[in-house]
């Protein structure tokens, strides 16, 4: 079976990552990132709220041009778009994960303009139907001319915007939680995997450990499978015996301080 790490080398791995992770957890919200020049107005953010397309229709209801910024009322909620010409860019947001760029050369700068819950959904910006409608929202924005790409900036991920689009319409459709993306998967030196940008939704990060000294077989489509059970049915408080993908034994349970998920699989 699996075997597990010493203790103190666990306790290390979760000192040394858990204050990035925090971090990455007060970072609500996505930027889209544009071509340099290429950044939007306030017109033509009305003009797209006017206009038929793909993505979460939506209503400009307050606009303060002179300052880049725009709120955006979707479902009932809320959001702030800033960052629009010809006020001054938005920081560029960290970007370590890209998705959808196989072939295609990832853009090395640009502009980018952000979107944020609004004040009144503070406290409750990972909720899923908060998360839902931002994410319609960034859908029918990456539309527009010049965007290259979307970062979700809990998960430091950027999405190729057609795929955005296609991976926001999968999502809100019913289909899984789109794991590549609104989070992200690194290897750790060991042959584990973990997680980034889970903890924004359930407060604790997923890290599925080595099998028999290497990765875990499969340990990818296992992860995305659990990130989409986690967000959906919250964080782990004690053991948990799952069956994987391919019916193999697993056992969930948290690290010791709870900032983690570790998965083993047994046998």
């Known amino acids: 079976g699996a075997r597990k790490p010493k203790s103190r080398e666990v306790g290390e791995f979760i000192i040394a990552t858990h204050a990035a992770f925090q971090a990455g957890q007060n970072a609500a919200g996505l930027s889209l990132i544009l071509a340099v020049g290429a950044r939007p107005d306030a017109d033509a953010i009305s003009a797209l709220a006017a206009a038929r397309g793909e993505g979460t229709p939506f209503a400009v209801t307050h606009c303060a041009e002179s300052e880049g910024w725009v709120e955006l009322v979707a479902s009932g909620m809320a959001f702030d778009l800033c960052g629009l010409s010809p006020a001054p860019v938005e920081p560029l947001p960290p970007l370590v994960h890209a998705f959808g760029y196989d072939g295609q050369a990832q853009p090395r700068f640009g502009e980018a303009v952000a979107l944020r819950p609004g004040s009144h959904l503070a406290g409750g910006e990972a909720m899923l139907p908060v998360v839902r409608t931002m994410v319609g929202l960034a859908a029918r924005l990456a539309q527009m001319p010049g965007v290259q790409g979307v970062s ?21 459709a019913g289909g899984a939680f789109p794991a590549l993306g609104l989070t992200a998967l690194a290897r750790d030196p060991d042959g584990g995997l973990r997680s980034e940008g889970l903890a924004f939704f359930i407060g604790q990060e997923l890290r599925v450990e080595p099998f028999e ?12 499978r659990l990130i989409h059970s986690l967000v959906e049915d919250g964080p782990v408080r004690g053991p948990v015996h799952l069956h994987g993908p391919d019916g193999e034994r697993l056992l969930a349970e948290p690290s010791a301080n709870g900032a983690f998920v570790r998965v083993w699989r047994q046998g």
């Open 152 to 172: 979700w900036h809990p998960a430091r991920s950027l999405v190729e915007p057609a795929l955005f689009v296609r991976m926001a319409a999968a999502w809100l």
């Open 213 to 224: 000294g290497g990765p875990m077989p499969g340990g990818p489509r296992l992860a995305m």
